[in-house]
C-alpha cells in the first residue's frame, strides 16, 4: 500500500477523509453541513462541521450553507453514463470524443487491468502522460479502484519523475521509460482496450484522497500534496470554482497542473462536457470557443497575454458570447491585462481565484469588484489570512509581509504533505507568497517569498517588473532574476522572449514610464523558448541558478 493510506473495504463499503469507515452498500449519499468536502467524515452518520465561509454573506456569494448529499465521484460518473449515454462526455482536441457510457465502460475495463498489475485501494498510481484521453481513463480508472491519481508532467527528467516515485511508492506508473523505475510497475501507455474485455460496472470504491499532485516549491525538491477530500461530490449542489453543472467546459492548460486537473475532473464529474486542448495555442482556444460554445474557460495570465497579442480583427472576429465565466489563477495577473479583458468580455464574466494546491483558504474575486479593488485578488471565500511580518507579528493593513493561510475552524486537514513539513506559525501556514492586506480585507499578491530582488537595499518584486515588460507588445513572456553583484548585493536581469526584433534601448525606455529607476534591469537576455510553461509557471530559482 502507498504510504500506508487506509484501503477502501472491498465490496462496496470505502473510507473517506481520515479513514473513518461508511457503508456504501447500505447508502450512496451521506449528508454534510457544508458545499465544501475537505472535512473529516464520522462513520455512517450526518457531520455536524460548520460551513466555511470566512466573511459574511455578500450580494455574489461562492458557497451555499445547505445540506448536501454526498456521493462517490465515480458513482456520478456512472449515472450520468446512464442517464445520457450517447452524449459527449470527454473530447480531446485532435483526438477523439468519448460519450458518457463509452467513457464508463472503458474505465472499468482500464481499472482491470491496472487492478491486474497490482493495484488496490489506498495505492498511488502515477500518471505521466499528456494531455489525452489516455490521462482522463487512467485518473478515472484509478478512482474507480479506491487508488489515488498522481499525477506528473510527461517532461519530468528521469531523475526527477524517479525522486517522485519513491515519495508516492507508487503502485503503477503510466507514460513513462519502465528502464527509468526497475523493480516497479510501468506502462508506456494506456494499453488498447479489447471490446470482450469486461467493462461492467466495478464494486463501489472511494478513494480516501482524490489527488495527489506535486510541488517543487522553492527548494526544488519534489513533495506531494495529497487532497483531504476524499473522492465525493454533492449530488445536487453547485461544483466548486464556478464550474457549471451539465454544461460546457474548456481546459486548455495541462492536465498535471492542479487548476487544470481539478477543472477538468470535477466537470466530468459533474456531468459536464469536457474539451481539453493537448497543448494550449491562442488561436485553437478561440476556435474551440466557436466550436463547442462552452459555459466556462479556464486559463492562466500567459494564456490570457498570448491571446490578447493576436491581432485585434483576430480576437474582436469571435463569437465568445457563450462563456458565462472566464475563470483565471495560478500567476499573479497584470493589472493593464486584466483590464485589457475585461474591456472586452465584460467584468461580469471574468473571475480570479487565489490559493495554494493545499487549499487552506482560496480567494475569489469577480471582475465587478476588482474595478472597485484595482490589484486584488480577492476576500477568503473558505479559510482565513493574515499578514505578519518576519517576527511572526500581524501587520496592519497596506504593509507587504508574508501570507499565511489557515482553514476554517471546526473543519478537517485540507491536505497531507509527503516530502516536505509546512512552514507554520502557532497554526498559520505560509506556501511563500508576499503580500498585504487592504482595510476591507482584499488580499493583494506582491510576489513569491524566495523571488524576492534585494538590490541596493531597496526590495524589487519580479512580477512587477515582469508586468511591465509584457506590456510592451513585441515581448512574449520574461522572467526577471536577481544575479549576484558587489556593488549591489544583487542586480535585476531579465530574460525576454520576443515576438519581434526590438533593441534593449526601446526596452528601458518603455519600462522607465512604468517602474522607478531602482526597479529597471541592469541586464537583458533574449531567448527564442518561452519563458514559462503552459500553466504560467516559471522557476525562477532554476533560471537563477543556471546564471549563477
Request: glycine share 10%.
Amino acid at each position: 500500500m502507498g504510504q500506508g493510506l487506509t484501503p477502501a473495504l472491498k465490496g462496496g463499503a470505502g473510507y473517506l477523509g481520515q479513514g473513518a469507515a461508511i457503508d456504501l452498500r447500505a447508502r450512496v449519499g451521506v449528508k454534510v453541513a457544508s458545499s465544501m468536502v475537505s472535512v473529516d467524515y464520522a462513520p455512517a452518520r450526518r457531520s455536524t462541521a460548520n460551513g466555511m465561509r470566512s466573511q459574511p454573506r455578500r450580494p455574489q456569494e461562492w458557497l451555499v450553507d445547505l445540506p448536501m448529499t454526498m456521493i462517490p465521484m465515480v458513482e456520478a460518473l456512472r449515472r450520468t453514463a446512464h442517464s445520457r449515454p450517447d452524449q459527449p462526455a470527454i473530447t480531446v482536441e485532435g483526438e477523439a470524443t468519448l460519450t458518457w457510457s463509452e467513457l464508463d465502460r472503458r474505465t472499468n475495463q482500464l481499472a482491470r487491468a491496472f487492478a491486474g498489475l497490482g493495484v488496490d485501494a489506498g495505492d498511488m498510481v502515477t500518471i505521466g502522460l499528456p494531455n489525452s484521453l489516455g490521462f482522463v481513463e487512467s485518473t478515472v480508472a484509478t478512482l474507480k479502484l479506491g487508488a489515488i491519481p498522481q499525477m506528473v508532467s510527461h517532461r519530468l527528467p528521469d531523475r526527477e519523475c524517479r525522486a517522485i516515485v519513491e515519495l508516492a511508492d507508487s503502485r503503477l506508473i503510466v507514460g513513462t521509460d519502465p528502464a527509468a523505475h526497475p523493480g516497479r510497475q510501468v506502462l508506456v501507455r494506456v494499453p488498447d482496450l479489447e471490446p470482450s474485455v469486461d467493462g461492467s460496472a466495478l464494486p463501489l470504491r472511494v478513494s480516501a484522497s482524490w489527488k495527489a499532485p506535486t510541488s517543487g516549491g522553492s527548494t526544488g525538491r519534489p513533495k506531494l500534496i495529497l487532497s483531504g477530500a476524499a473522492a465525493m461530490v454533492e449530488e445536487e449542489g453547485e461544483p466548486p470554482v464556478l464550474i457549471p453543472r451539465d454544461g460546457t467546459v474548456l481546459v486548455p492548460g495541462p492536465l498535471y497542473h492542479n487548476g487544470p486537473f481539478v477543472a477538468t475532473m470535477q466537470a466530468l464529474f459533474h456531468g459536464s462536457h469536457t474539451v481539453v486542448e493537448r497543448r494550449f495555442e491562442p488561436l485553437l482556444t478561440l476556435d474551440l470557443i466557436e466550436r463547442y460554445r462552452p459555459d466556462y474557460v479556464m486559463l492562466v495570465p500567459t494564456m490570457m497575454h498570448r491571446i490578447w497579442r493576436l491581432p485585434a480583427e483576430v480576437r474582436e472576429g469571435r463569437d465568445l458570447s457563450s462563456l458565462k465565466v472566464v475563470f483565471h489563477l495560478a500567476a499573479p495577473c497584470p493589472a493593464w491585462l486584466k483590464e485589457a479583458w475585461l474591456r472586452w468580455l465584460g467584468p461580469e464574466r471574468v473571475f480570479e481565484l487565489y490559493g495554494a494546491t493545499e487549499q487552506q483558504a482560496l480567494t475569489i474575486i469577480s471582475g465587478v469588484e476588482w474595478l472597485a479593488h484595482r490589484g486584488s485578488v480577492g476576500r477568503p471565500v473558505t479559510g482565513e489570512i493574515r499578514i505578519l511580518d518576519a517576527s511572526g507579528d500581524p501587520l496592519p493593513p497596506g504593509e507587504v509581509g508574508e501570507i499565511f493561510m489557515r482553514r476554517t475552524e471546526g473543519t478537517g486537514p485540507t491536505y497531507r504533505y509527503v516530502g516536505a513539513v509546512a512552514r507554520e506559525q502557532q497554526g498559520w501556514e505560509s506556501v511563500g507568497d508576499l503580500g498585504w492586506m487592504d482595510a476591507d480585507g482584499y488580499v493583494y499578491i506582491s510576489d513569491r517569498r524566495t523571488d524576492l530582488i534585494l538590490s541596493g537595499g531597496a526590495n524589487v518584486y519580479p512580477a512587477e517588473v515582469e508586468a511591465a515588460l509584457e506590456e510592451h507588445p513585441a515581448v512574449r513572456s520574461s522572467a526577471v532574476v536577481g544575479l549576484p553583484d558587489e556593488d549591489l548585493g544583487q542586480r535585476i536581469h531579465a530574460i525576454v522572449q520576443l515576438g519581434e526584433p526590438v533593441r534593449e534601448e526601446e526596452l528601458v525606455e518603455h519600462l522607465t514610464g512604468r517602474l522607478v529607476r531602482f526597479k529597471l534591469p541592469r541586464s537583458f537576455e533574449f531567448v527564442d523558448e518561452p519563458v514559462r510553461d503552459d500553466a504560467g509557471k516559471v522557476r525562477r530559482s532554476a533560471l537563477r541558478d543556471a546564471r549563477t
